[in-house]
Nanobody, 125 residues
Framework: QEQLVESGGGSVQSGGSLRLSCVVS????????MGWFRQAPGKMREAVAA???????KYVDSVKERFTISHDKAKNTLYLQMSSLTPEDTAMYYC???????????????????WGQGTQVTVSS
């Protein structure tokens, strides 16, 4: 059974930084595209960033130059380093893993089969 557990969320002031972590267990981590998504109250879940097993990455335009996705294969952990945070970044953040037949880095939520429970990020002005 695949499990993803996020941590690292919290409350910060505008301009601050946070690092989210997602520990993955239950399957071969290297086989998947991994991603971070977020959902603010009253809004649809949206992609933030994704990384494939070779380290290729994709970001949505709103977080480019501010967020960095990375992974530590030895620790089976996915990270999201967030800096220059703004109130618009306030949301529940989820990590996700694609099924094994998805072999490219993707920002499409429909390409992901396994999801964590989320960690809350709140940015105050």
């Amino acid at each position: 059974q695949e499990q993803l557990v996020e941590s690292g969320g919290g409350s910060v002031q505008s301009g601050g930084s946070l690092r989210l972590s997602c520990v993955v267990s239950g399957y071969t981590y290297r086989s998947y595209s991994m991603g971070w998504f977020r959902q603010a109250p009253g809004k649809m879940r949206e992609a933030v960033a994704a990384i494939d097993s070779e380290g290729s990455t994709k970001y949505v335009d709103s977080v480019k130059e501010r967020f960095t996705i990375s992974h530590d294969k030895a620790k089976n952990t996915l990270y999201l380093q967030m800096s220059s945070l703004t109130p618009e970044d306030t949301a529940m953040y989820y990590c996700a893993a694609s099924p094994p037949w998805v072999v490219v880095v993707t920002l499409r939520p429909a390409d992901y089969a396994y999801w964590g429970q989320g960690t809350q990020v709140t940015v105050s002005s």
